[in-house]
Nanobody
C-alpha cells in the first residue's frame, strides 16, 4: 500500500522557519522524483520544489533561496526546509512522488497534506 505522510506543519510567525517531512512507503522511493506542492484557499495547487532521482533540485521562483528540498533514500524521506516564511507562503503543503515512464502514463502519488499558517 502506497503511503506519503507529511508532518511538520503548523503556525509560524513571518520570518520564521519550518521543516516539513514526508515519509514514503509502498513503492521504490529511489526511482521517483519527489516534489512539494502547495494550495492556498481559493487557489490552484502549485509546484513549490522538486528533487529528482539524481538529486537535481528545482524551485518555484517565489521560494528560491528561502526553501530547500532534500531527500534521504535510505530512510525513504523527503524534506522541505522553509526559511524566512512570508504570509503568502501559508497553504496546505502536499508531498508528491512522480515517475515518468516511457510509453505509459506517469505514476503520481500524493500525501494528504499538512497546513502551514504564517501569522503574527
Amino acid at each position: 500500500q502506497v503511503q506519503l505522510v507529511e508532518s511538520g506543519g503548523g503556525l509560524v510567525q513571518p520570518g520564521g522557519s519550518l521543516r516539513l517531512s514526508c515519509a514514503a512507503s509502498g513503492f521504490t522511493f529511489s526511482l521517483f522524483s519527489m516534489s512539494w506542492y502547495r494550495q492556498a484557499p481559493g487557489k490552484e495547487r502549485e509546484l513549490v520544489a522538486t528533487i529528482t532521482t539524481g538529486d537535481l533540485t528545482n524551485y518555484k521562483d517565489a521560494v528560491e533561496g528561502r526553501f530547500a528540498i532534500s531527500r534521504d533514500n535510505e530512510k525513504n524521506m523527503v524534506y522541505l526546509q522553509m526559511n524566512s516564511l512570508k504570509t503568502k507562503d501559508a497553504a496546505v503543503y502536499f508531498c508528491n512522488a512522480n515517475q515518468i515512464r516511457a510509453y505509459r502514463p506517469p505514476i503520481d502519488y500524493w500525501g494528504q497534506g499538512t497546513q502551514i499558517t504564517v501569522s503574527a
